[in-house]
């Protein structure tokens, strides 16, 4: 069975450019979420899902961070334009929810750099 | 707002040892998980624990759940090299229900050497 897909899996980017991350869950798992991990850190929620509503996104920056997943499966996480401070490792899980013990199961990552 | 602490963040030990991880919580959860992260990878799930007493092996690892004590212990016995890695826990919110996100601990960073 195919894990949590993730890309790109390294990003360097200028400030103040978009950029975009992409996310595919493990087929069949209805929740999906985004974290962001800063060197040395556990990972932070941003964003949670289920199926194609953000049932959670008080952790996102709203300024400058947009998500979506509009047909429930796939999902995209944008941020513009990116700031310095925005240099960390994006991950997307995704979960069976109660049915699974809410067991999240993670992707590669995208690690973003921004110059 | 829930507060995750591990502790040791860092720890040096020698192969055959034991050791306990620890993780402390600050507000009630019947869901921790324990997570392992090899350099420049994810996350791998090791442990999910939902509920108090719940005690669950996996070669030389060991992970247990107090929820009265809102705390999680991660048991290495007779460590190998291999198991070197930075080992998170994480604590879903107690909902009732849901597929709540994690909050993570800074993570313990092991070192296991010959």
């Known amino acids: 069975e195919a894990g949590v897909v993730q890309s790109p899996r390294y990003k360097i980017i200028e400030k103040k450019q978009p950029v975009a991350f992409w996310c595919n869950p493990i087929?069949?798992?209805?929740?999906l979420y985004w974290y962001l991990q800063n060197l040395g850190q556990g990972p932070e929620l941003l964003i949670r899902y289920e199926n194609e509503e953000a049932v959670d996104d008080s952790q996102l920056p709203k300024d400058r961070f947009s998500a979506e997943r509009l047909k429930g499966v796939d999902s995209t996480l944008k941020i513009q334009p990116a700031e310095l401070g925005d240099s960390a490792v994006y991950l997307c899980a995704s979960s069976l929810g109660l049915a699974g013990g809410s067991e999240q199961f993670f992707g590669p990552g995208t690690r973003l750099t921004v110059l | 707002e829930l507060k995750v602490e591990q502790n040791p963040l860092f720890l040096s030990m020698q192969e055959g040892k034991n050791y306990t991880i620890y993780c402390n919580y600050s507000t009630t959860s019947d869901r921790l998980y324990w997570y392992r992260q090899d350099p420049g990878k994810s996350l791998e799930s090791l442990f999910v624990?939902?509920?108090?007493?719940a005690v669950k092996q996996e070669g030389r690892l060991m992970a247990s759940l107090d929820t009265k004590a809102r705390l999680s212990t991660l048991h290495i016995t007779a460590a190998v090299h291999d198991l070197s890695a930075t080992y998170f826990c994480?604590?879903?919110?107690?909902?009732?229900?849901?597929?709540?996100?994690?909050?993570f601990g800074k993570g313990t960073h092991l070192i296991i050497q010959p």
């Open positions: 087929s069949g798992h209805n929740t």
């Open positions: 624990l939902l509920s108090n007493g």
């Open positions: 994480a604590v879903a919110p107690y909902s009732g229900g849901g597929a709540d996100g994690l909050t």
